[in-house]
């Protein structure tokens, strides 16, 4: 597959592996990673009156001396302007010597009107904050306005953590090598590539699969063969049957959203469960969603030993008092034997806050399956070091306590993170701000819970969720409250089914 991620540390892996493998060698990988570039600057800029080409010390910079010959060769005007040379023998040292025009300091450097800049200066290796003269450099093509086309990352990014070191460039375009880094995909970094083109530098699928990479671009090619169809001879309950608890007279709604949308995401049978106090409110506004009172952990209890759920949603509209918590807990320790995975979301998780003893202990068991769907402020709250430890991007944030929970979680945002417990992480690139909107989150937990019920492994079933709500908000488009999201699931269902 193509959507793995590389850290900066894995592709130079993945380079040193293809180099190693031959026939390509160093400065094989250099110009043929230089010449994309090139290419995608003459097609995209083709009436371009100057390029100026920004060249840093390392590999990135050489990358840029091969762009800025290759651009020159073409007829295009060329200027070169750079910062440290390049080591002695080392490939960029190879590639600045081929590279026939003069060089002029990044001191002086100011685009004009009509130019585009070519931003080789720090890619990977980037270590420490920019400053100096590139960030001057970077202030003066900000000022001017001029096109930016970044050689693997606009200088400044983080390729590990799309974090901004300093200052950065913001780039038009980013054209990255063999596969896209996680700094691509993660806020800041995303917007500040612009558009991300990956370009083929004769690194192979094999050599990537090599370095173990467990970082994924969430995409459905890699999770649609799990994605559930119904058998032939299937009845509503073989199809999964999904339990959503509800919260108090006043807060409802929260858990009937969660319950239409596992219902449209192919749940065979959805029932809520209702405090007595809320019955009447559920019982005006459910008609295909069964409902049964369930006041006590042995009303739930014996609706699990009569009515066999899958999976159960606990959290939408429950309030975050501590009882929400112990109850949680609760439904933990009673799972075995009587459903298999539980989605806690919103009061689900930030209940537990004041309990994270007692849950971390609980998960020891690993039983049963666990998806958590926090967003910044609750994951905050449920796993406060992890948050807090700056040195971690948020790819890494969700693995770590995906690890330390035994559970999938779901970290959401503009950037959503899905990371299970073996390391697995998948950075979400279809979501909307259309979602930020109330109760958009208890779709999402129904939707997760929906195709556990229908037996999609938990990360595949974590990954499916996440893209499928967000293409369904794209699908309905503006005016989306979350009333709207289960039905817009519909299509995304059938496109997914068929
Ligand atoms: N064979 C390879 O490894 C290939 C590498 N490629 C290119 O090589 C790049 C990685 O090259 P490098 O590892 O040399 O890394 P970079 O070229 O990104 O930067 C490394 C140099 O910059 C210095 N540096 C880091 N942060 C700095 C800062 N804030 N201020 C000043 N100096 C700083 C480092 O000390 C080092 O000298 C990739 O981004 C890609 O563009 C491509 O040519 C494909 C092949
Ligand atoms: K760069």
Redo the contacts with the bound molecule.
Sequence with gaps: MAFELLTPDEM?EA?RLA?AAGPVD?IG??RW?GGAVAALVLKRFPAVRTVHVLC????????GYVVARLLAETGVAVRLVATGAPRKGS??ALAAAECAIAVEPLAAFAPETGSIVVDAL??????????GD?VQAITRTAAAGVPVVA???PSGVSGVSGEV??NAFAATLTVT?ARKKPGHLLYPGRALCGETIVAD?GVSDATVAATAARSFENDPSWWRPHFPSPAKDAHKYSRGHVGVFSGGPSATGAARLSAMAAARAGAGAVTVLSPGASLVANAAHLTSIILRRSDTLQDALAFFDARKPEVLVYGPGLGAEPEVGRFALELMSVAEGRFGALVLDADGISSLSHRRAAFFEVRKRGQPALVLTPHHGEFGRLFPEIAANGSLSKLERARAAARRAQAIIIYKGPDTVIAAPDGRAAINTNGTPLLATAGSGDVLSGIVAALLAQRMPAFEAACAAVWMHAEAARRFGPGLIAEDLPLALREVVAGLSG
């Design positions: 130079a380079d180099i160093g990988l250099m990673a840093g010390p390392g590999n990135n910079g050489g990358d490939d960029a720090y890619g990977a290796g980037l270590s420490r904050p920019l400053d590139v050689v693997d990352l070191l300093g090598f530098i």
